[in-house]
T-cell receptor
Framework: QKEVEQDPGPLSVPEGAIVSLNCTYS??????FMWYRQYSRKGPELLMY????GNKEDGRFTAQVDKSSKYISLFIRDSQPSDSATYLC???????????FGTGTKLQVIP | DTEVTQTPKHLVMGMTNKKSLKCEQH?????MYWYKQKAKKPPELMFV???????INESVPSRFSPECPNSSLLNLHLHALQPEDSALYLC???????????????FGSGTRLTVV
């Protein structure tokens, strides 16, 4: 079993839809959770960083963490064509040590 | 300045060549990283530098040689690479706070390397 599982998609939605991206993990030591957005041929960009169970909101993005179920989600409201990218979940146990990435979900928002 | 700058953006090299990738940041981050990313795959960690000292080497072949000349610069020296080493090479930086989280990475745009 992989430490982090992420549905690879691709996920195709109409503009304005609510998008739900999800990851599950098996390592109970993971305490810090991230979502990165990666456009084609670019480096990943940090979208959200959270370390507690519950929700964290930033504009149209909401990160949700459920440590008891080992499940994290990223919700995108009012999705835009510019949100079309690959979204990577990532998690770590602390410090500056190894971050474990999910395999990424490719999202396409259709105008 | 909230950027990580990587040069060159593209590099084509022969299997007998020696080349270097460069990375620079001026955010005061004291941890810097090299990642390798193949198409449609997540980034794979290669090296971690903390306070200019190599702290993690993920069993990377010796044809890849990292160097951290100062707190703002990170190099990756390449020699005798193989075609399967063709990939996007990403540099990243983050804060270092002992056992505390690093609050996420700032990635550069990467160097797209092709080995012929």
């Amino acid at each position: 079993q992989k430490e982090v599982e992420q549905d690879p998609g691709p996920l195709s939605v109409p503009e304005g839809a609510i998008v739900s991206l999800n990851c599950t993990y098996s390592n109970s030591a993971f305490q810090y959770f991230m979502w990165y957005r990666q456009y084609s041929r670019k480096g990943p960009e940090l979208l959200m960083y959270t370390y507690s169970s519950g929700n964290k909101e930033d504009g149209r993005f909401t990160a949700q963490v459920d440590k008891s179920s080992k499940y994290i989600s990223l919700f995108i409201r009012d999705s835009q064509p510019s949100d079309s990218a690959t979204y990577l979940c990532a998690m770590e146990s602390g410090g500056y040590q190894k971050v474990t990435f999910g395999t990424g979900t490719k999202l396409q928002v259709i105008p | 300045d909230t950027e990580v700058t990587q040069t060159p953006k593209h590099l084509v090299m022969g299997m007998t060549n020696k080349k270097s990738l460069k990375c620079e940041q001026h955010m005061g981050h004291r941890a810097m990283y090299w990642y390798k990313q193949k198409a449609k795959k997540p980034p794979e960690l290669m090296f971690v530098y903390s306070y200019e000292k190599l702290s993690i080497n993920e069993s990377v072949p010796s044809r890849f040689s990292p160097e951290c000349p100062n707190s703002s610069l990170l190099n990756l020296h390449l020699h005798a690479l193989q075609p399967e080493d063709s990939a996007l090479y990403l540099c990243a930086s983050s804060q270092v706070k002992g056992g505390s989280p690093n609050y996420g990475y700032t990635f550069g745009s990467g160097t797209r390397l092709t080995v012929v």
